[in-house]
């Protein structure tokens, strides 16, 4: 190695510092973390409107989802903790270990959700985009023959559903608002578009689980998908974007320069005390 | 918003006849409730807008200093809870303006007044939350202070604001005991987690005693106040009700409350406390505390940029009622 002692010290030390954890990605785990992240990220996205909302009502409501979010990830995030395998020796990782001890590059969300909120027409597409997957998405996986999976889609499904309801509502009054409320929602339409196409991606790890029912493959969504979409262009009198080019990579840690701030924010304080209980 | 109109009304008070004013004081003794399409003294009227508003903008005003700390939440479980603290406190927000429009004060005319410095909050939502310990001391003293102010408004003579009250009661008691379990992980927890509970018990105490305002007799409304049973203990009643409560609270915790002249009373039976400085609440009502124009500009700029949202859903909302008359 290049660099003397002292150099070579300044390294261990940092490793020391950071302590991120490590995670044995089994395909199950790998599973309940990419759905965890996706929720745990757009919920945190959702609660920085608090306070600052345009209405007292949107306010709550945003908190709302927000919650329903967090406690979605914090459902999977325990799941994945139960099925981790450990090494020897090595304790047991917990929904605040994989919260706040990964780097970016191990959290496995989708682009879309650490999209930054913008401005509100940006933040409720992006939600309409989500809840649009996440509504169907959820009542098929009731029927996984995981029954914790099953369990968590039960209660994701009811709340998915006033998820959807509500973001298409403001799709809806925002495209077919005023002529400033339209032209903001359709550049947000253009701008969040190219990271829907993440939505229906699953690799060899997630078609194991589906192989043996446990999860329901993603692409099986891509037409009621599209079909929710469009009804609620169709109501807005939005514009369908024609680029097909879909950006990629949350899945598998490849992020967007979104998504360290949120987490340099949202760690720092666990991570400057290492070891302390909150 | 429906009640706008209303606004301008003749003032009332030079055609008020005593006869109406004295049967309106004997339903307040008889403890009889009023209720918003009652007849009532237009200062009865104003007193209760004021006050009501005042509870509304801080219950919104508050949601600032705790808000500003969501996404740093050290644990998903505390993210997730104050979240949803903060959002209850808007809702307060909401329940205390729709008492207000009972009384025709319309929320956005209320607002207005607010985001043009024209009208008050409580002053301690004006200091700045720097830790995560003041999250817990926050909920620990901030809604404890609330509680100790709003458990007699719940029976307050006014019936739409003693209803609000209750339902804020439940939820502020709820905020207290996560605040007070906050402070106590935090001194069961490392050196640095106690060094930081006890900073911020020392910035807040003082400010939360402010919180029931001046001492008796330096206030004005309290007299008339009392007797139309909005008001039922003095400032300073409730003040050294607060303190009784909170100092075996502190004990427990192993913190030091920063005031040396602290002392029981053995003859009182009550907790007496060192000289509050009355400037320093002064000039943060004047507008000179260490956050009143973050604040004020926080809640400017979430209004103005939602105008374009408002706009929009007023819009539509015309729009489809054109449609549904076509
Ligand atoms: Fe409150
Ligand atoms: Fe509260």
């Known amino acids: 190695m290049a660099g003397g002692p002292g150099l070579r010290r300044f390294f261990e030390d940092e490793n020391m510092a950071t302590n991120t954890i490590t995670v044995s990605e089994t395909p199950l785990v790998l599973y309940a973390l990419r759905r965890a992240d996706d929720s745990l990220i757009l919920g945190h996205r959702l609660s920085e409107w608090c306070g600052h909302a345009p209405t007292l009502e949107e306010d709550m409501a945003l908190a709302n989802i927000g919650l329903d979010l967090i406690g979605q990830a914090r459902s999977l995030y325990g799941y994945a903790a139960e099925v981790e395998p450990r090494e020897d020796g090595r304790s047991a990782n917990d929904e605040d270990g994989y919260a706040y001890f990964r780097d970016a590059g191990q959290y496995r969300n989708l682009l879309l959700c650490e999209q930054p909120n913008r401005d509100f027409a940006c933040t409720m597409v992006r939600q309409f985009f989500y809840s649009a997957f996440t509504d169907p998405y959820w009542r098929a996986m009731t029927s996984s023959s995981d029954p914790t999976l099953a369990a968590v889609a039960a209660k994701s499904e009811k709340e998915s559903a006033y998820h959807l309801r509500h973001a298409a509502e403001w799709l809806i009054r925002l495209g077919d608002g005023t002529e400033e409320s339209h032209a903001r929602t359709q550049r947000a339409v253009d701008a969040l578009w190219s990271f829907t196409g993440e939505l229906f991606d699953a690799d060899d790890a997630e078609d194991s689980l589906v192989a043996d029912r446990l999860v329901v493959h993603p692409s099986a969504f891509r037409d009621i998908w599209s079909d929710t979409v469009d009804v609620g262009f169709a109501r807005a009198g939005l514009r369908r974007p024609d680029g097909a080019w879909m950006q990629r990579g949350g899945r598998g840690g490849r992020h967007s320069e979104h998504l360290g701030p949120l987490l340099a924010e949202m760690q720092h304080l666990q991570r400057s005390h290492p070891g302390a209980r909150w | ?326």
């Open chain 2, 1 to 326: 918003m429906y009640t706008q109109a209303l606004n301008d009304r003749p003032a009332a008070a030079a055609v008020e006849d005593a006869d109406q004013a004295e049967r309106f004081q004997a339903r307040i003794d008889a403890e009889d409730r009023i209720e918003a399409n009652d007849w009532m003294p237009e200062a009865y009227r104003r007193t209760l807008v004021r006050q009501i508003s005042q509870h509304a903008h801080s219950e919104i005003i508050g949601q600032l200093p705790e808000g500003n700390w969501i996404t740093r939440a050290p644990s998903l479980r505390r993210k997730a809870a104050l979240l949803a603290k903060v959002q209850d406190e808007c809702g307060h927000g909401l329940y205390l303006y729709a008492a207000a429009e009972t009384l025709d004060a319309s929320r956005e005319e209320l607002m207005d007044q607010l985001m043009e410095g024209r009208a008050r909050y409580s002053s301690i939502f004006n200091y700045p939350a720097t830790t995560w310990a003041d999250i817990g001391a926050i909920g620990w003293l901030v809604d404890g202070a609330a509680i100790m102010n709003q458990i007699p408004l719940c029976r307050c003579s006014y019936g739409p604001y003693a209803r609000a009250m209750i339902r804020v009661c439940k939820e502020e008691s709820f905020h207290q005991r996560q605040g007070f379990e906050i402070m106590m992980t935090l001194c069961n927890g490392t050196v640095a987690q106690k060094a930081m509970a006890q900073d911020a018990l020392n910035r807040w105490w003082w400010p939360c005693l402010m919180m029931f305002g001046p001492p008796d007799g330096a206030s004005q409304h309290s007299d008339q106040s009392t007797r139309w049973k909005i008001k039922r203990f003095s400032n300073d009643a409730l003040r050294q009700k607060f303190v009784d409560a909170t100092v075996p609270q502190a004990e427990y915790l192993g913190l030091t409350l920063p005031d040396p002249a602290l002392a029981f009373d053995a003859a009182t039976g009550h907790w007496t406390h060192g000289e509050i400085d009355w400037d320093e609440f002064k000039q943060v009502l004047a507008g000179n505390g260490p956050c009143n124009r973050d604040r004020i500009e926080a809640r400017r700029a979430a209004h103005e940029n939602g105008e374009w949202v408002r706009a929009a859903a007023a819009a539509f909302a015309a729009k489809q009622s054109q449609r549904q008359a076509a």
